[in-house]
């Protein structure tokens, strides 16, 4: 090893665990996936300087703990998208298509990137099903104060709403598949 790859381990060794633990539950894991980062920085020469070097073992370590949650398959048997509306004209709410999260690290990080992939999907939604998403889901306004505001009919309203949530599922679908 050489000794600047020698110096950066021992600089963000204790950080990088740090990141590792806070992200995955189990400290064997956390200590295998360090290992394997390690190593990998390793195996993969000298890098410029010590702050590339530094981004580099962040980034590695959070693809790590990804395929982790790959290879676990951490969500698989608890996420299911309820494919069957009962009534068309109901509105269909966000929260009847993303799984109940619990409150472990793994959890949470699946958590974080799930919002972080939902907020992506709703600014890809067409302008007017994005408005009515977000005025009645993130600033909670009721159907009646939409329609105040923007002057446009309830069902019509219900009606974009219920398109950007299929929308939205579809993202999700993706993602579950993913992982």
């Known amino acids: 090893m050489k000794k600047r790859q020698e110096e950066t381990i021992n600089k963000e060794r204790g950080r990088l665990l740090g990141f590792i633990k806070s992200r995955v539950s189990n400290l064997e894991d956390a200590e295998d996936i360090l290992q394997d980062v390690l190593e990998q920085f390793v195996d993969s020469g000298e890098i410029q300087t010590i702050e590339k070097a530094s981004s580099w073992l962040f980034r590695v370590a959070a693809n790590k703990i990804i395929d982790l949650y790959r290879y676990r398959k951490v969500r698989s048997n608890q996420v299911t998208l309820n494919e069957e509306d009962d009534d068309e004209n109901a509105p269909l709410m966000l929260k009847d298509i993303l799984p109940d999260l619990g409150q472990t690290p793994e959890e949470k990080y699946f958590q974080e990137i799930l919002s972080e992939e939902i907020m992506t999907a709703v600014d890809q939604l067409p302008e007017l099903q994005r408005e009515?998403?977000?005025?009645?889901?993130?600033?909670?306004?009721?159907?009646?104060?939409?329609?105040?505001?923007?002057?446009?009919?309830?069902?019509?309203?219900?009606?974009?709403?219920?398109?950007?949530?299929?929308?939205?599922?579809?993202?999700?679908?993706?993602?579950?598949?993913?992982?």
């Open 132 to 179: 009515v998403f977000i005025l009645h889901e993130l600033e909670d306004y009721s159907f009646k104060q939409i329609e105040e505001k923007l002057g446009i009919p309830i069902n019509t309203l219900i009606s974009r709403k219920r398109y950007a949530v299929l929308a939205l599922r579809k993202k999700l679908e993706e993602i579950y598949k993913e992982i």
